[in-house]
């Protein structure tokens, strides 16, 4: 079965540069998730977007924007890189329509590196 | 706000021994909640979840979940466990407040370690 796609898997930048870290969600999926998971911690939600439209967001820095492509698919744009932005960040898709308590299922993640 | 926790940093035991993986939750209308599993350098795969139903919630590779409305827990279970289930576990509600479309909170997550 078709799984969440990130791509790409590992990007090492310098601070102040930018990034842009893309998810390609399952088929049929309406619902993007983006969450950064640091070092030993817990996910924590960004931004989530539903038919293409921004339905959420968390702790997102404002430096960080994110939109989803008529196609679904989502991308994260990260400009200003800090150091403190070194993370695994998780690309989750769900099905949200008629269907309010589905999982979501996460893609590999991309482990960005600041240095 | 819709939150879980999960005490236990870390939880040991020997391979063929029960393991449980303690989560209580606080949440403000129905509870949907989730555990999720990752091994090193992989994303979140999902275990099971409880929407409503039977307290005992069913889910793959063995393991099981019990839903405990009075004491607000969503334990972990697997009869008995195998070296390979040493991974990182983490506990989730789903929040459907309204307005949050449905984002996950997730506990700090339990690392399990089974030793042969």
């Known amino acids: 079965a078709a799984g969440v796609i990130q791509s790409p898997r590992h990007l090492i930048k310098e601070k102040r540069e930018t990034a842009t870290l893309k998810c390609y969600p399952i088929?049929?999926?309406?619902?993007v998730y983006w969450y950064q998971q640091g070092p030993g911690q817990d996910p924590q939600f960004l931004i989530s977007?539903?038919?293409?439209?921004?339905?959420d967001k968390g702790s997102i820095p404002d430096r960080f924007s994110a939109q989803q492509f008529s196609d679904y698919h989502s991308e994260l744009n990260m400009s200003s890189l800090e150091l403190g932005d070194s993370a695994l960040y998780f690309c989750a898709s769900s099905l949200q329509s008629g269907q309010s308590y589905n999982e979501q299922f996460f893609g590999p993640g991309t482990r960005l590196t600041v240095l | 706000a819709q939150s879980v926790a999960q005490p236990e940093d870390q939880v040991n035991v020997a391979e063929g021994n029960p393991l449980t993986v303690k989560c209580t939750y606080s949440?403000?209308?129905?509870?949907?909640l989730f555990w999720y599993v990752q091994y090193p350098n992989r994303g979140l795969q999902f275990l099971l979840k409880?929407?409503?139903?039977?307290?005992l919630v069913k889910g793959s590779y063995g393991f099981e979940a019990e839903f405990n409305k009075s004491q607000t827990s969503f334990h972990l279970k697997k009869p008995s466990a195998l070296v390979s289930d040493s991974a990182l576990y983490f506990c989730?509600?789903?929040?459907?407040?309204?307005?949050?479309?449905?984002?996950?909170?997730f506990g700090a997550g339990t690392q399990v370690v089974v030793t042969p």
């Open positions: 088929p049929r999926h309406d619902t």
């Open positions: 977007f539903y038919e293409k439209m921004q339905s």
């Open positions: 989730a509600v789903r929040d459907m407040t309204t307005d949050s479309w449905g984002k996950f909170q």
């Open positions: 949440v403000s209308g129905n509870p949907y």
């Open positions: 409880y929407i409503t139903g039977d307290n």
